[in-house]
């Protein structure tokens, strides 16, 4: 293998070991695995029971629960035994930070313990040391010296082990070693894992999730590519993105990390983090893995695929700068309105609100930068910040060429029958069936107004494209590319996830000076997202256009909101986050790029919020810790007055304003 995945150019899934947890394997050849968590006190046992039935009857393979005690890890043999006498065998997996202890009872109990190599042997003190060779091996015989046990625990009883390591909650050995990079995270599971093998024990799952989709997806390539150069082989690999938050953004960012991993044939079972009830996750879950059951009888012809770039390291491609199009501009998004109507009042969903009495545009935060209008023009001046593509055939008699910009197929540019603009033209490329003799002539064409618009339809139309961009970089042309995504999904949350993993994938490799979304409204059969619905989209182009807003935001090309790294919740938690999480959003939504974590418990809550800008922590029964950054702030104040405070902490750190319309 010569980098991180078996092919550039196809979906081929990466070969891992096989891994029994109870009754069903990961790993190999099996089916993508589906899991979630529960959200209960793992004591409850009545209320941990019914929320894992719920779970599994949604389609969970397997369904964690967290054991932060002994006595929690002590009675997950009740709440396994009464899930079994109600007829149901999916294996059940306990999930531990900090406590050695309750993993080894748990270990003796369930099917699979999830340890946390960041938190297992050591305490977070954010202390940096500086170590020589010869103290960090005495630092790895101590870790040796406390995992081992569990290894052998697991060994004897026939239980597989995770080794999740989370971006956010590395350890101070890690850091002050690595320091916060791709290499600490890789690491922080590799000397797990080496102790492991070490003992002969291959029951083992690795991840490697982060809040980030970027950290994420590089991340785990690094891992299977350290995996591949230490021992010639992989262990299977579990997908998660932590602290996605919740709706349609968390849908997107989760969508967008595992699908760009997907995409390249790597993970073996998945769980979508999100801030709602645990069983929601599962549909989502199941719209993920839906798109690889098919592939795997695909065949494209091989190619000789080298990256022009680092696929392990953030790079934009250099393009050159045309109107507001490419270099260092930030993505631009386009609305199709080919098959909508061209009023004022329907500009509304891209971002411009037209103001009847004033005669003026009010604008927000998401606008869109183009509207794709196909064979018609506007039948009114557009805002002064929108500007018009129309197919290249009716551009000749457009209204104002100031503002309007012609569309081209290949086939027609090539042709020259149409006149071009002088400063910018639009080309639409179908990766899969323009021929290589049209390409060709593209690429020695000398025409510094052109914009490659390029789409590819069915299987791999990923590959299809990032092939083309590719070709592109390693030929140092810098002609800008607009990522052009249509779904003929039937149902929102499929259309989400169609939409995040196939822009997202190009984005998170540097690669799209722009995004071109496009759905088929006829299509829908459901047109709201699983579980409760975030947003009402009843307007079409505002769905695609907050969805396009919202992917260039989860792959940090262009911020316009605000991101929340909420967590998922679990047993820890220590008050409604799902509500709280509502009422943060209702208050501080306006507050462009600013990044707010919201955390259960204090316990994991602010290694995992990473790089949140403010955090808003659970730290006892009714009380909230508040932080700026990794700093304490306001400790344990009371909840009921907490989303004030934060707002009072927002406004005293100058990052507040005040919102629209107020
Ligand atoms: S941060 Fe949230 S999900 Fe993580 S352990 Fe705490 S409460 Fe549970």
Redesign the pocket.
């Known amino acids: 293998m010569a980098h991180y995945c078996e092919s550039f150019t196809e979906y081929k899934r990466l070969p891992t070991r096989e891994v029994k947890v109870g009754n069903l394997t990961i790993g190999g050849n099996n089916p993508i695995r589906i899991q979630t968590m529960t959200t209960t006190d793992t004591k409850n046992t009545d209320e941990t029971v019914a929320q894992t039935i719920r779970c599994i009857e949604a389609g969970a393979e397997l369904v964690r629960i967290?054991a932060p005690s002994k006595r929690d890890a002590e009675n997950l043999r009740e709440i396994k035994d009464r899930v079994r006498a109600q007829g149901y065998d999916t294996p059940l997996v306990a999930d531990i930070?900090f406590t050695p202890n309750a993993a080894e009872i748990a270990a003796r109990i369930v099917e699979k313990v999830r340890v946390n190599p960041g938190n297992y042997a050591d305490k977070k003190k954010f202390l940096e040391k500086a170590y020589t060779d010869e103290s960090y091996k005495v630092e790895i015989d101590r870790i040796r010296k406390k995992f081992t046990p569990l290894v052998k625990i697991c060994k004897k009883h026939g239980t597989a082990m995770r080794i999740g390591t989370n971006h956010g909650s590395l350890s101070d050995r890690i850091m002050s070693r690595f320091g916060d990079t791709l290499k600490g995270m890789v690491e922080s599971a590799m000397e797990f894992l080496r102790i492991a093998r070490a003992e002969d024990f291959h029951q083992i799952i690795l991840s490697m999730k982060a809040s980030n989709p970027l950290i994420m997806v590089n991340a785990y390539r690094l891992l299977v590519k350290t995996m591949q150069e230490e021992f010639g082989e992989c262990y299977p690999l579990h997908l998660g993105v932590t602290e996605a938050g919740d709706g349609e953004d968390g849908r997107i960012k989760s969508a967008m990390g595992l699908g760009t991993l997907l995409e390249d044939g790597i993970g073996d079972t998945i769980r979508i983090s999100l801030t709602e009830d645990p069983e929601f996750e599962i549909p989502v879950c199941r719209d993920v893995v839906e798109r690889y059951k098919k592939r795997a009888s695909h065949k494209q012809p091989e190619t000789n695929y080298e990256p022009a770039y680092d696929p392990l390291t953030y790079q934009r491609r250099a393009t050159d700068v045309i109107q507001n199009i490419g270099g260092e501009k930030h993505p631009v998004v386009i609305a199709d309105f080919s098959e909508s109507k061209l009023t004022k009042e329907n500009l509304k969903a891209i971002g411009y609100r037209y103001m009847e009495p004033q005669n003026n545009w009010m604008l927000n935060d998401c606008l869109a930068d183009y509207v794709y209008t196909s064979g018609k023009y506007l039948p009114f001046n557009p805002p002064e910040e929108l500007k018009v593509i129309c197919d290249a055939q009716v551009y000749k008699n457009a209204p104002d060429k100031k503002n309007y910009f012609p569309l081209f197929t290949a086939e027609t540019w090539l042709e020259k029958l149409d006149p071009a603009s002088a400063k910018m033209n639009f080309i639409s490329i179908d990766c899969k069936k323009l021929s290589e003799e049209q390409w060709s002539q593209l690429l020695t064409e000398e025409n510094d107004t052109r914009i490659f618009c390029l789409f590819a339809s069915g299987k791999d139309s990923m590959h299809a494209v990032r092939e083309k961009i590719n070709e592109l970089w390693l030929k140092n042309l810098k002609i800008p590319v607009i990522l052009c995504v249509e779904s003929l999904d039937a149902t929102i949350d499929k259309q989400l996830i169609h939409f995040a993993s196939e822009a997202g994938a190009l984005l998170l490799e540097g690669m799209g000076n722009g995004i071109w979304l496009k759905n088929h409204e006829d299509l829908l059969q459901n047109p709201k997202i699983s579980g409760r619905t975030y947003l009402e989209m009843n307007d079409n182009n505002q769905f695609l256009n907050n969805t396009a807003f919202s992917i260039l935001q989860a792959s940090r090309t262009r911020i316009t909101k605000t991101e929340y790294i909420s967590?998922?919740?679990?047993g820890?938690?220590l008050f409604d986050l799902q509500e709280v999480t509502e009422k943060i959003r209702e208050r501080t939504y306006h507050l462009k790029g600013v990044k707010i974590g919201i955390?259960?418990?204090i316990?994991?809550?602010p290694g995992?919020m990473a790089d949140a800008d403010f955090g808003y922590v659970g730290s006892g029964p009714g009380k909230i810790t508040l932080y700026k950054g990794k700093e304490v702030v306001k400790r344990n104040i009371p909840e009921a007055t907490a989303v004030d405070e934060l707002i009072v902490l927002l406004k005293e750190n100058n990052v507040w304003i005040d919102p629209p319309h107020s």
């Open positions: 967290t930070h967590c998922p919740a679990c820890r938690t955390m259960g418990c316990v994991n809550g995992e």
